[in-house]
């Protein structure tokens, strides 16, 4: 289609009274021609408002929604916060209950270690005797052990 036949084709209205153009109108000529195009308008506007009003109300439908889901999200955040506040002082807690068994257990290992020392040593006939120097002056360690446990046994049968 060229320029000319498009301008010639091409009909605007005004209040439902053509400009430019040709003498005839789309749907016929006359006034019920002009009538029918503004029916045909209204009905094409009513249909519009009416679509928009159902777009809207599901517009709003859809915000409520999300704003229920904003809700829900925002709760499930403070129940995480609560909970991620709640592991870590319970990591706190097991980490010092795990100091603690640690230090129970290095404890028990020592009384253990004393306790089977002491049984060990009660089924053995030697006496221990602490307190007595690693090297003495007299030169011989027997000579001056037995020297010591003569005078402690010497002390004793005089008390019997």
Do not use: W
């Not at 409520?64 to 829900?72: F, N, S, Y």
């Not at 010591?148 to 019997?160: E, M, P």
Request: aromatic share 4%; charged share 35%; net charge neutral.
């Amino acid at each position: 289609m060229g320029k000319s036949e498009q301008r010639q084709s091409k009909l605007t209205f005004d209040g439902g009274k053509k400009r430019g153009g040709s003498s005839s109108s789309l749907l016929g000529d006359g006034p019920a021609a002009e009538g029918g195009l503004d029916a045909s308008v209204r009905a094409m506007f009513l249909d519009l408002k009416n679509s928009l009003a159902g777009i809207n109300a599901k517009l709003y439908y859809v915000t409520e929604q999300l704003d229920r889901i904003k809700a829900r999200v925002d709760d499930q955040n403070t129940r995480f916060d609560h909970l991620e506040s709640r592991t870590s002082d319970l990591k706190d807690q097991h980490n010092d209950e795990r100091e603690k068994l640690l230090q129970m257990e290095r404890k028990l290992d020592i009384i253990h270690n004393k306790n089977e020392d002491l049984e060990v040593r009660s089924h053995r006939n030697n006496i221990r005797i602490i307190g007595l120097p690693e090297s003495t002056d007299m030169g011989c360690m027997e000579d001056f052990v037995e020297g010591i446990l003569k005078s402690i046994f010497a002390c004793y049968k005089r008390l019997i």
